[in-house]
């Protein structure tokens, strides 16, 4: 029997990867987390948290490496809070995604992939799994600009991320240059005092557009024309150039007033076919190479013939409305967020798309009404936040009774649950794709097709 005590060195067999990518091991039946240790290998940890029935272990040494071992391309990957898995072999990275999609599958949605035939594909990963970020946003402390390490607000000072553009890292450098040169301060959230609170760097990958934002505490910006002068000379792409005040005492980065101080108020990317305008405020996914990848799959799983009604719910911008638009008699998207709703209109009509109509609001709440409107849907797709779909709006889709289901997550044991749930109401999964949208960290995309079952049960 093993004595768990707090403070004290255990050897430890690390025997899976959790959600996060941390190794779990077991002590008797206390269960261990250890960021950075791998399955398969034999670790010393210090015991620094316990509870009740687990605990967190700091990694002392490894004594037995896991032949997936890799050595991490970053200068501060032990410091920052940004990568999880820099440390295993892309290969093992996309098929412990898949993997833990597959236990979710099972664990959570009670589902039987064998008897059902349901069909878990291997995780489509990236060709280059590095520089893969078009945003990146940077906190600006005491001496240093770059990430927050894990779990705090002290700013690690960073030369280069190697998954973001390379345009941030000359971002990085062009700001330390100008802040010592002439002695601007950097706001500082404990005290409420100070200028430059964050800086924001997004790179449209198709057209090749930069856009960089400068996150203020007021509306001051002394020496802007010095740092103008450097970020058009030495930027690529170089389109757009915005300071963004934010008076607030809050962790959100960005406020609502936008000054354009060179350039355009907004950059253009393209998604497939589409044009999108791009301000600091609105939303644009971050990989922008399996975004449309993972909404060619959508398309694929959606198997439009072009008269079909098409329901987005979640839908953002509209990004993926759009998609279904080209193929579709009518699409719905409908969305939350009222900025996303006048963006995603925006989108439509910067598209000559006419088929897509866009409503404010919870999806639980307004597809139920497009319905006693009359509105009736074919195929439905659902791209959810992390805590999935309510089962109200579950419910709602299954009464309509649509041929068709796609389900986009980011969290495969949201997904499982409601998978479980649309089982019950006459809905079979039939494929299920994981993409691999964020490479190094723990999160995985998952997209599932779902047919309606010819007998209800
Ligand atoms: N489909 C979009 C965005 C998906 S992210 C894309 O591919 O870009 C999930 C979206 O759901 C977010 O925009 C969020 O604002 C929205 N959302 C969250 N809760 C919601 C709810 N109850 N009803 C409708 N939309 C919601």
């Not at 964050?198 to 057209?207: D, L, N, S």
């Not at 791009?278 to 993972?294: G, H, K, R």
């Not at 649509?402 to 809905?427: F, H, M």
């Amino acid at each position: 029997m093993i004595n768990i005590e707090k403070n004290k060195d255990y050897i430890i067999d690390i025997t899976a990867l959790g959600v996060n990518g941390e190794g779990i091991g077991k002590l008797n039946n206390f269960t261990v987390f250890v960021n950075g240790a791998l399955e398969g290998e034999k670790v010393e940890i210090k015991l620094i948290k316990v509870n009740k029935s687990y605990g967190f272990g700091k990694l002392l040494k490894i004594i037995e490496a896991s032949p997936y071992r890799v050595e991490s391309k970053c200068a501060i990957y032990n410091k920052c809070g940004g990568c999880s898995l820099q440390h295993l072999l892309y290969d093992e990275q996309i098929k412990y995604k898949k993997k833990k999609v597959i236990d979710c599958l099972i664990r959570i949605g009670k589902l039987n992939l064998k008897s059902e035939g349901i069909i878990v594909h291997d995780t489509i990963g990236m060709d280059i799994p590095y520089r893969y970020r078009n945003k990146v946003q940077l906190p600006v402390g005491d001496k240093a600009i770059g990430f927050y390490s894990a779990g705090s607000h002290n700013v690690i000072d960073v030369k280069e991320c190697i998954i973001q553009h390379e345009a941030g890292d000359k971002v990085i450098h062009i700001f330390k240059e100008w802040i010592k040169k002439y002695n601007i301060s950097h706001y500082d959230e404990k005290k409420g005092t100070g200028l430059i609170r964050h800086i924001m760097v997004r790179k449209a990958f198709k057209t090749g557009e930069t856009m960089v934002v400068i996150v203020t505490s007021s509306n001051k910006l002394p020496f802007a024309k010095e740092l103008i002068e450097e970020l058009t000379l030495n930027i690529d792409g170089i389109a757009s150039i915005v300071q963004n005040i934010n008076t607030k005492n809050t962790n959100v980065v960005l406020g609502s007033e936008c000054k354009t101080l060179w350039g355009k108020a907004t950059i253009i990317d393209t998604i497939g076919e589409f044009k999108f305008n791009i301000s600091p405020l609105s939303f644009f996914q971050v990989n922008p190479i399996q975004t449309e990848i993972l909404y060619n799959k959508v398309l694929e799983y959606a198997k439009l013939q072009g008269d079909e009604v098409v329901f987005d719910a979640y839908c953002g911008t509209g990004t993926i409305s759009l998609f279904l638009s080209k193929r579709a008699k009518e699409v719905y998207g409908v969305e939350i967020i009222a900025e996303a709703i006048e963006n995603a209109k925006e989108n439509a009509l910067q598209n000559d798309v006419e088929n897509a109509h866009f409503y404010t609001g919870e999806a639980e709440k307004v597809i139920p009404k497009l319905i006693s409107e009359g509105k009736k849907a074919d195929v439905v797709v659902v791209d959810p936040p992390r805590k999935g779909c309510e089962k109200s709006l579950l419910e709602a889709i299954a009464k309509m009774s649509p041929q068709r289901i796609v389900y986009v997550s980011c969290d495969p044991a949201t997904l499982a649950r409601d998978l479980g749930i649309l089982e019950e109401l006459s809905y079979r999964t039939v494929e299920v794709q994981p993409v691999d949208m964020f490479p190094m960290t723990g999160h995985v995309e998952v997209v599932t097709l779902l047919t309606r079952r010819e007998t209800t049960k």
